[in-house]
């Protein structure tokens, strides 16, 4: 990944399967992903109602699978594919990306399977609305690659992870401001309420 304005670029730019193989490449999938026919997807355990999926193989075990989505990319979805894929395909290590075209929504995910479920890192963003935290966590995820396949998923976790931890403190911050900004009374305009919270 040269750049942030690169990573913006292509996350901007994921809004089809074929663009989702580019940001596979910077991630280390050097080979062009396959699609993936109605019966792959049913024992793979995937929703039926995608538009497409394709698959494509990094070092060792480390599996990109790419996912056209008929409704918005949504948190509930991803911990269904997640859940899927631990479930039906656990001796791999996948790294998700979700798209869907006509709402401009988009996902990065990967997992921990615990005993009774996938724990999901994500990174969750608007095409149309890449914020410069999203390309910088691209830039990340492009620069862990290491020397195994182990340890490059272990570090895609933590760098999906720390941005999660970072977007539920911003959307908690955001909460906090809003009820300080309501419970304050008096003659004071609502940006001022705002400012002073």
Known sequence: MQTLEG???LLRGAGSLDRVADI???????????????QSIAALGL????????ITQGRGALRGLALHLEKRVERDTLVHVANALARNASQLL?????INDSTADAAILCWRSTVDRARVASLIWQRNRVAQSDAETL????AVGGESDLFTHARWLDVLGREAITNRFFRTLERTVEELSSSLSGK??????????
Do not use: H, T
């Open 94 to 98: 996948w790294l998700v990306v979700a």
């Open 188 to 197: 004071i305009e609502r940006d001022e309420r705002r400012e002073l919270s």
């Open 24 to 38: 596979f490449r910077e991630l280390g999938f050097p080979d062009r992903p396959l699609g993936l026919d109605e």
């Open 139 to 142: 830039c990340s995820l492009a």
């Open 7 to 9: 990573a913006a670029d």
């Open 47 to 54: 929703p039926a109602d995608l538009r497409g999926a394709r």
